[in-house]
């Protein structure tokens, strides 16, 4: 599903906020939730994962609403999203290298592969602090934007 026209626009405000950018544009962002990424995010043991201007969102995540559309955990929306514009930023291949390359390097200096390691080692990789500062902004901005227009 493509990311609905309200909540486009209104990402699209805070990120010109946060770059400082009157003519940023997000891209064409789509969420999955089917059985595809019910698989990938429980063999990941993730929420979502985001590869390009894809996302796959675990279904747990997600309510279907009356109006037969979905809701994302709004957290997790931004979080996804920051992904999203750090492929667009430095280019899908280049993405992919620097995140493994930073994950590896991590879990090597941690010496020990176990499942607490890989943990912290996703934890600590910079696009993991970036996508989670901005989704923490974006929680606090929304609920700042909301107050303001009720």
């Not at 931004?78 to 992919?96: K, M, S």
Request: charged share 25%; hydrophobic share 40%.
């Amino acid at each position: 599903m493509k990311l609905a026209e309200s909540s486009r626009r209104k990402f699209e405000i805070f990120f010109r906020q946060q770059f400082k950018n009157e003519q940023f544009k997000l891209p064409g962002i789509y969420f999955y939730t089917g059985r595809f990424s019910l698989f990938l995010t429980t063999m990941l043991n993730i929420h979502g994962i985001t590869v390009g201007r894809s996302v796959f969102v675990k279904p747990k995540s997600v309510t279907f609403l009356e109006n037969k559309k979905y809701k994302i955990q709004v957290e997790l929306a931004a979080h996804e999203i920051a992904h999203v514009l750090q492929f667009e930023r430095e280019g899908f291949f280049r993405f992919l290298y620097k995140y493994s390359k930073s994950f590896a390097g991590n879990l090597k200096q941690k010496g020990n592969f176990n499942s607490i390691s890989r943990q912290e080692a996703y934890w600590e990789i910079p696009f993991e602090i970036q996508a989670r500062d901005i989704a923490a902004k974006f929680v606090k901005w929304n609920e700042d934007f909301q107050s303001k227009n009720l």
